[in-house]
């Protein structure tokens, strides 16, 4: 079957939430894109996360499992979805089911029609601090790693680390492999190498939910910083 839409999602012990995130993107492409496929990355789980996604392909050939003993990192998960992804339009959504999916559509579109390169989801294009439904720690950790962005890398989107992005599968053969990053900070990196390369990117408000149980702790925002700036060194 040719695949025109290629769906990644990036898993580390996702057994409580991948059950439902897959029925939820499956019913999504089922009533509105056939040619899809979703490439489940079960990236060093040590729970029943890889089980249940095997449990998915057998029944659907559209769900493909790749997974790995060791951690990748969410990034090299990415990365290696995108690497196997045979879509025209490729892209990765996290495994909280937390953006509104019918947005996918308008996504897709502006790929398809050649407008953009890459289009990304947002929580925060056109709203304020305090209208963004997230802990008040992890939104002020998220507006200081936005402003990082801004200033090593001139990147002018309000959400780098939105967790739906989609591009055009030419746009990552030309900038895909060799990545500096493997973690959180991978969106950073990705959309860097984007506006290097000269590609078109645009920011889509995404109504989203915040989900308990992400996987991201504060911890992670020191080594984010060390990496990323192994990239401008």
């Avoid at 898993?11 to 409580?16: A, I, M, R, W």
């Avoid at 249940?52 to 003993?69: E, M, P």
């Avoid at 407008?115 to 950790?141: M, N």
């Avoid at 801004?150 to 895909?176: C, E, P, V």
């Amino acid at each position: 079957m040719d695949v025109s839409y290629s769906l990644v999602i990036p898993s580390y012990n996702e057994e409580g939430r991948i059950g439902d995130a897959l029925k939820s993107y499956i019913k999504y492409f089922e009533s509105t894109y056939q040619d899809y496929e979703i490439i489940v990355v079960c990236d060093g789980c040590h729970d029943s996360t890889e089980d249940i996604v095997k449990n998915f392909s057998v029944k659907n050939s559209n769900i493909l499992c790749v997974a790995y003993s060791d951690r990748l990192g969410k990034g090299g998960a990415i990365q290696t979805g995108l690497n196997v992804a045979k879509g025209r339009v490729i892209g990765f959504i996290d495994a909280d089911d937390a953006f509104e999916l019918q947005y996918l559509k308008e996504f897709f579109d502006l790929l398809e029609d050649g407008q953009y390169d890459c289009v990304i989801a947002s929580k925060w294009k056109g709203k304020h601090f305090w209208s963004v439904k997230e802990p008040l720690v992890r939104k002020t950790a998220g507006r200081v790693w936005n402003l990082l962005s801004r200033i090593l890398f001139s990147l002018n989107f309000h959400d780098t680390q939105g967790g739906m992005k989609f591009l055009r599968k030419k746009a990552w053969d030309d900038i895909g492999g060799g990545f500096e990053t493997s973690g959180f900070e991978f969106d950073v990196e990705l959309l860097w190498r984007l506006k290097k390369h000269k590609f078109k990117v645009f920011e889509i408000y995404v109504p989203s939910k915040h989900r308990e149980g992400s996987t991201f702790n504060l911890k992670n925002s020191l080594d984010m910083f060390i990496h990323i700036l192994k990239i401008r060194l």
